[in-house]
């Protein structure tokens, strides 16, 4: 592998990464705004169990988004998609 190839393969990891974490997050942080809501307001597990459920739509919803850009665009991780492929897209390098 030249070094183009493996830094455009590291840029598309990290991407990748970030992506996931941010879901996560968006999973997390919601049940936890409810637990300190809870514990604020004096209920029992209300706005946990919302928060819960709130961050679980948030994250599922983000993964579809996610995977309807990926299914539009056809991007996988790996596949060169260099600009020196011919009309009928074979390689036209030696």
């Not at 830094?7 to 049940?31: D, F, G, K, N």
Request: aromatic share 8%.
């Amino acid at each position: 592998m030249t070094d183009g190839s493996d830094s455009s393969l590291y840029a598309h990891l990290y991407q990748w990464s970030a992506r996931m974490t941010t879901i996560a997050l968006e999973m997390v942080i919601p049940a936890l705004i409810g637990i300190w809501l809870d514990r604020l307001l004096g209920t029992v597990a209300l706005l946990t169990v919302l928060g819960i459920f709130f961050g679980m739509a948030l994250g599922f919803w983000q993964l579809l988004k996610i995977a309807r850009e990926a299914s539009n665009v056809g991007t996988n991780i790996g596949v060169d998609k260099s600009s020196d492929t011919g009309d009928n897209g074979q390689s036209s390098g030696v």
